[in-house]
């Protein structure tokens, strides 16, 4: 009878073991076998009564007041304490009731359990990504500020740099002002100036003209003025033949002759100096001008028996001012009996183009030597001047009034000389119509 009960214990404690491991309830600890004494429960003798029978009663006691203490540990021990009692007491209804109770409380903690640490988990998850969430916006924050910082810093430059630029206009619009004054002021000084050159020169060349008009005056002209006091003085004092006499009053009429034309080209000469060229153009007859001169010029040729020949058939008209063009062939033909020796050549003669008619004035004299030629139309007075061969003095002043008539009536002149072979001068004068 004892190894029945012990049997039948013996099995039920395998099958609630059989039940925990398949997911129903737990094993039996050990623990509560030695603090219950199942082993003494069970070889007890039957008058005894049973420790799980206060187990039974105290232990709903416990379950209670865990319930109330809202406590999960005491309300596990005492359903798993009945359970065991239970089954202890070989009422496995009861023991499988409390033994479900103690599964489903069991898990209960133990999914609680793990909730928590799954939320504990999730807390540090949240707690770390909130952590970098936090990290994340102070770096954002970080670079806001950098940002705001860098935008200020930007603005502040830019507004420098416009300031820089708005004083770097206006010094410059300052120094454009400042230079436009100054240019206005430098032009105004060069007006200024180049007005004072002018004046100068003007003023120079007035002086030049009044000491070579005093030159010419007190030796050129006083000359020729002696030899004819002279020659009267030898004739008030009637010791001259008829034939002496003859030969003085030719001696008159060249020196007067040269004296007036010399007189005349100073007047004109010393006119445009001061007043300038006033040119009046007209259709005028170039030949009917230079047989006029040989009319006068025909004596000093004669006494030098120079051969005078004007070659043309047909009138030449020019545009010029006939005042002008009697200046340029007066000297140009007294140039040339001045400078032929006697029993000389001089042939004026004609040539023309289109646009132009050229008149040519062509002795056999002496020449111009080369040095003078560089001179000739640049310089006036005793640089250029020289006497004749017939020791004939001149102003110096003839070639320059010929190229600035010349230039004033719109021609141009053209020498050829050779020393010792004649000279050539060729004035080119405007057709007319």
Same mark, same amino acid.
């Given at each position: 009878?004892?190894?029945?009960?012990?049997?039948?214990?013996?099995?039920?404690?395998?099958?609630?073991?059989?039940?925990?491991?398949?997911?129903?309830?737990?094993?039996?600890?050990?623990?509560?076998?030695?603090?219950?004494?199942?082993?003494?429960?069970?070889?007890?003798?039957?008058?005894?009564?049973?420790?799980?029978?206060?187990?039974?009663?105290?232990?709903?006691?416990?379950?209670?007041?865990?319930?109330?203490?809202?406590?999960?540990?005491?309300?596990?021990?005492?359903?798993?304490?009945?359970?065991?009692?239970?089954?202890?007491?070989?009422?496995?209804?009861?023991?499988?009731?409390?033994?479900?109770?103690?599964?489903?409380?069991?898990?209960?903690?133990?999914?609680?359990?793990?909730?928590?640490?799954?939320?504990?988990?999730?807390?540090?998850?949240?707690?770390?990504?909130?952590?970098?969430?936090?990290?994340?916006?102070?770096?954002?924050?970080?670079?806001?500020?950098?940002?705001?910082?860098?935008?200020?810093?930007?603005?502040?430059?830019?507004?420098?740099?416009?300031?820089?630029?708005?004083?770097?206009?206006?010094?410059?619009?300052?120094?454009?002002?400042?230079?436009?004054?100054?240019?206005?002021?430098?032009?105004?000084?060069?007006?200024?100036?180049?007005?004072?050159?002018?004046?100068?020169?003007?003023?120079? %060349?007035?002086?030049?003209? +009044?000491? !070579? =008009?005093?030159? $010419?005056?007190?030796? @050129?002209?006083?000359?020729?003025?002696?030899? #004819?006091?002279?020659?009267?003085?030898?004739?008030?004092?009637?010791?001259?033949?008829?034939?002496?006499?003859?030969?003085?009053?030719?001696?008159?009429?060249?020196?007067?002759?040269?004296?007036?034309?010399?007189?005349?080209?100073?007047?004109?000469?010393?006119?445009? %100096?001061?007043?300038?060229? +006033?040119? !009046? =153009?007209?259709? $005028?007859?170039?030949? @009917?001008?230079?047989?006029?001169?040989?009319? #006068?010029?025909?004596?000093?040729?004669?006494?030098?028996?120079?051969?005078?020949?004007?070659?043309?058939?047909?009138?030449?008209?020019?545009?010029?001012?006939?005042?002008?063009?009697?200046?340029?062939?007066?000297?140009?033909?007294?140039?040339?009996?001045?400078?032929?020796?006697?029993?000389?050549?001089?042939?004026?003669?004609?040539?023309?183009?289109?646009?132009?008619?050229?008149?040519?004035?062509?002795?056999?004299?002496?020449?111009?030597?080369?040095?003078?030629?560089?001179?000739?139309?640049?310089?006036?007075?005793?640089?250029?001047?020289?006497?004749?061969?017939?020791?004939?003095?001149?102003?110096?002043?003839?070639?320059?009034?010929?190229?600035?008539?010349?230039?004033?009536?719109?021609?141009?002149?053209?020498?050829?000389?050779?020393?010792?072979?004649?000279?050539?001068?060729?004035?080119?004068?405007?057709?007319?119509?």
């Amino acid at each position: 009878m004892l190894f029945n009960k012990l049997l039948t214990r013996s099995i039920c404690i395998l099958l609630l073991n059989l039940l925990c491991f398949a997911g129903f309830t737990r094993p039996v600890e050990k623990s509560f076998i030695k603090n219950y004494s199942l082993n003494a429960a069970i070889e007890k003798p039957a008058d005894q009564p049973s420790p799980y029978d206060k187990v039974i009663i105290d232990a709903p006691k416990s379950l209670i007041q865990a319930q109330k203490n809202n406590s999960q540990r005491d309300k596990i021990q005492a359903l798993e304490i009945l359970a065991k009692s239970y089954a202890a007491k070989n009422d496995f209804k009861q023991a499988y009731y409390y033994q479900v109770q103690f599964k489903n409380a069991s898990d209960s903690v133990f999914n609680n359990a793990k909730n928590n640490e799954v939320n504990s988990l999730r807390l540090k998850q949240q707690q770390e990504d909130n952590a970098r969430l936090v990290n994340e916006i102070k770096i954002k924050e970080q670079s806001i500020s950098f940002s705001k910082k860098l935008f200020w810093i930007r603005n502040v430059l830019a507004t420098i740099v416009v300031i820089f630029v708005v004083v770097i206009i206006r010094s410059n619009r300052q120094k454009t002002a400042l230079n436009k004054v100054l240019q206005k002021q430098n032009a105004d000084i060069a007006a200024q100036k180049a007005e004072i050159t002018k004046q100068k020169e003007t003023l120079h %060349q007035l002086n030049h003209t +009044k000491d !070579q =008009l005093f030159s $010419i005056i007190s030796h @050129d002209l006083r000359s020729p003025f002696a030899a #004819i006091l002279q020659a009267m003085d030898d004739m008030k004092t009637g010791t001259l033949s008829a034939e002496e006499q003859k030969e003085v009053m030719n001696a008159f009429y060249q020196q007067l002759s040269l004296v007036t034309m010399m007189v005349n080209n100073l007047l004109v000469w010393a006119g445009s %100096q001061q007043t300038g060229n +006033k040119t !009046q =153009l007209a259709t $005028i007859d170039a030949a @009917d001008i230079i047989d006029e001169i040989i009319s #006068i010029s025909n004596f000093l040729a004669k006494n030098k028996r120079i051969s005078l020949n004007h070659n043309h058939s047909t009138k030449k008209p020019v545009l010029a001012d006939s005042n002008h063009l009697k200046i340029i062939f007066n000297n140009l033909i007294g140039n040339a009996i001045k400078f032929t020796p006697h029993g000389g050549t001089i042939e004026i003669s004609y040539t023309d183009d289109a646009d132009y008619q050229a008149i040519h004035v062509k002795d056999n004299g002496i020449g111009i030597l080369p040095q003078k030629m560089e001179k000739l139309f640049k310089v006036t007075g005793k640089d250029i001047s020289g006497y004749g061969t017939n020791n004939e003095a001149g102003a110096g002043i003839g070639l320059g009034l010929i190229k600035q008539f010349v230039d004033a009536n719109n021609g141009r002149i053209e020498v050829k000389s050779q020393p010792g072979e004649g000279s050539e001068f060729i004035v080119y004068l405007e057709k007319a119509g």
